[in-house]
């Protein structure tokens, strides 16, 4: 971590609120030209990115154990002259790249990286077929972000070196987003510190933006351990005091509280350790909680009403109790100057033109999953996203802790088919098929043309800046959730990804041999039911 701090303050040579640049002034017509072509340098390196995403796939790695995707993407940055600080944060598979041309606005592109438990799936093939039974997969499509990321920088670092813009980009990876086990560390450690501003990206079903509070929830990730005492449980059962005794009783506890929490609430939990054998009475026992809410304070006030009913549940069976957190997130807030500025590059690139095959198999998906609509894929833009005024309930995303550090936009980029459960095996399909490999291309030209506004045009950020500091973070401040001492659970997937790694190996791409993944797993696309 140390070193990563000096990395950062060695390069980064201007703060956020304060900057200033000597660039050379660009009209509004030279600007447009050089978004243009860097849109153009984008669609004539979709190759690459198609190739990027396709090996992401493969790969199918959880949190925390994204070994090979990370070495393989910091293996692409570092020949194209960037500089790579692993292990961020303590984190093995985490990264920072960084390339800067100087004095300039601070840059960072993210992305998340990790899949989903049991959602192996054979792209291109609109039904249930695991590539590896009962493996990871790309359930939520984090194989595709990163990808985009790099094409993006790319091609504005080919502009900045010809044109001596300055400034500096920094490419990083969302570990673990599915655990929001990460994010909040970076912040914590102060690799934000001296970032200008956030682009981060995410798979969806359509090309846009928002801006304001979102919908969806912040949480704690929280474990509860408990210890007592082992005995025969036939013998001597007066003999024990059962941990799992206790992990049950705070799972009805907290269940009796659910009928109180307020609807915009959620919880959810799973037992991670439950005993050995029903003979033993458990010595140790831990149950696994995410609480979520709208707010801060509301994600607190849960945190501490469930350590109240992990206390008494001890008590209750005279066993000892110790929790840890695992992961945060914030509930998220998005930069309005930002957000209007993409959306407008977002306007000028539009949607990736669909083929039949492409419609075929989003509509044969849909009717596997009985989605609600049997439509295919979106052929008109969405609108620019509103500030939601009263709050939605729902997921969450560390990002969250990032957006109130620095001003932060998520785009949303066309790779994945409406109407899909999520984290599902369904979502896994279009991952890398052409559908996810033009979604990038189009999200990689509105991302390029956005980083170009912000370094060529410098009253944009100082814009941005007065939205984070006058009106978004006015009244709410950000207050870390994690403390000092705690450190992010590098454990966590370890023994499941060994388990499935050698299998998967045998499924890795190799596009030395193949022009595509589907070509290497003798998919015809689309494969539909008859």
Not at 116 to 130: D, E, L, N, T, W
Not at 394 to 399: H, R, V
Not at 460 to 465: F, H, K, P, S
Not at 487 to 505: A, C, D, H, V
Request: charged letters at 20%; one cysteine or more; hydrophobic letters at 40%.
């Amino acid at each position: 971590m140390k070193n990563a701090k000096i990395l950062l303050s060695g390069i980064l040579i201007l703060s956020s609120v304060t900057f200033t640049s000597a660039q050379k002034k660009y009209s509004k017509k030279q600007i447009e030209k050089l978004k243009s072509e860097a849109a153009a340098i984008v669609e004539a390196h979709k190759k690459q990115s198609q190739v990027m995403v396709d090996k992401v796939f493969s790969f199918a790695e959880l949190g925390f154990q994204e070994e090979e995707s990370s070495k393989y993407l910091t293996g692409i940055l570092e020949s194209n002259g960037f500089t790579i600080e692993h292990s961020i944060s303590g984190i093995p598979t985490a990264w920072f790249a960084t390339w800067s041309n100087g004095d300039g606005p601070v840059i960072a592109l993210g992305s998340d990286v990790d899949c989903i438990p049991k959602a192996s799936q054979y792209p291109g093939v609109a039904y249930h077929k695991p590539i590896v039974d009962g493996a990871p997969g790309h359930g939520e499509g984090h194989n595709a972000g990163n990808p985009l990321n790099i094409t993006s920088a790319l091609a504005v670092k080919e502009i900045m070196e010809r044109e001596n813009i300055g400034g500096t980009l920094i490419l990083w990876p969302g570990i673990a987003e599915e655990l929001v086990a990460a994010k909040a560390w970076y912040v914590r450690d102060g690799l934000f510190d001296k970032i200008d501003m956030c682009i981060f990206t995410h798979v969806g079903n359509n090309l846009g933006v928002s801006w304001g509070p979102t919908s969806g929830t912040g949480l704690i990730s929280v474990e509860y351990l408990f210890e007592g005492e082992a005995a025969h449980a036939a013998g001597a059962p007066w003999r024990g005091r059962s941990a799992l005794d206790a992990a049950e009783l705070m799972n009805i506890g907290w269940n009796y509280k659910r009928e109180h929490l307020h609807p915009l609430k959620r919880s959810h939990s799973i037992f991670t350790d439950a005993g050995d054998q029903p003979n033993v009475v458990p010595s140790k026992a831990a149950i696994w909680f995410y609480f979520r809410d709208v707010s801060y304070e509301g994600i607190m006030e849960m945190y501490a009403q469930a350590n109240d009913i992990a206390k008494g549940a001890a008590l209750m069976t005279s066993t000892t109790m110790t929790s840890r957190v695992l992961g945060t997130a914030w509930p998220r807030h998005y930069n309005k100057v930002i957000a209007e500025t993409m959306y407008e590059n977002i306007k000028d690139v539009g949607l990736p033109t669909w083929t039949e095959a492409d419609q075929e198999l989003a509509k044969a998906v849909q009717t596997e999953v009985k989605a609600k609509k049997i439509e295919g894929l979106p052929t008109e833009l969405s609108e620019l996203g509103l500030p939601v005024l009263e709050p939605i309930s729902g997921g969450s995303d560390d990002i969250g802790d990032i957006s109130w550090k620095v001003p932060t936009v998520t785009m949303r980029f066309p790779s994945n088919i409406p109407g899909l459960p999520g984290h599902h095996w369904a979502n896994a399909i279009a991952m890398a098929t052409p559908i996810a490999h033009k979604g990038v291309t189009a999200g990689a030209k509105a991302e390029a043309m956005t980083i170009l506004d912000f370094l060529l045009k410098p009253e944009l950020l100082t814009q941005a800046w007065d939205y984070f500091n006058n009106e978004q973070t006015k009244e709410t401040k950000y207050q870390p959730m994690i403390a000092a001492d705690d450190m992010p659970p590098i454990y966590l997937n370890k023994e499941k990804q060994e388990s499935f790694r050698p299998e998967l190996e045998k499924f890795y791409f190799d596009e030395t041999k193949y022009d595509t993944y589907l070509e290497q797993l003798g998919v015809e696309y689309p494969t539909v039911k008859p």
